[in-house]
C-alpha cells in the first residue's frame, strides 16, 4: 500500500481514495481466499482489513464540506471513534472466546 500512497501528492485526498481502493481490494482478497490456517487468524485479519477500511473512509469523509449533508463532521467523527474503539478489541475477544 504504501509504493502506491507515494505516487499521489502527500496529505490530498485522492492519496486517502488510492488506499481506499488498494485496502478494499486487499481486503476482498483476504475474504475470497482465507489465506491462514486456522479459521480464527482468517477472520482476526478480516476485521483487522475492515477496520482499515473503515477509518480510510471516516478520515476521507473529513476531508469533505459536510456542512449541508444529514451526516456533519462531527457525526463522522463520533463513526470513527466508534469505529476504532468498537473494533479493536473485537480479534482479541473471538480469539479468546474460541
Not at 482468517?42 to 459536510?66: K, N, P, S
Amino acid at each position: 500500500m504504501t509504493g502506491v500512497l507515494m505516487k499521489a501528492a502527500q496529505g490530498s485526498a485522492s492519496q486517502i481514495f488510492f488506499g481506499l481502493i488498494v485496502s478494499f481490494i486487499y481486503f476482498a482478497l483476504v475474504v475470497r481466499c482465507m489465506p491462514y490456517r486456522r479459521f480464527r487468524t482468517d477472520v482476526i485479519r478480516v476485521v483487522g482489513e475492515l477496520q482499515l477500511f473503515l477509518t480510510m473512509l471516516c478520515v476521507l469523509m473529513l476531508r469533505l464540506d459536510l456542512h449541508q449533508e444529514w451526516i456533519t463532521n462531527e457525526r463522522v467523527s463520533v463513526i470513527l471513534i466508534a469505529v476504532n474503539f468498537v473494533m479493536t478489541p473485537v480479534p482479541f475477544i473471538y480469539d479468546v472466546l474460541s
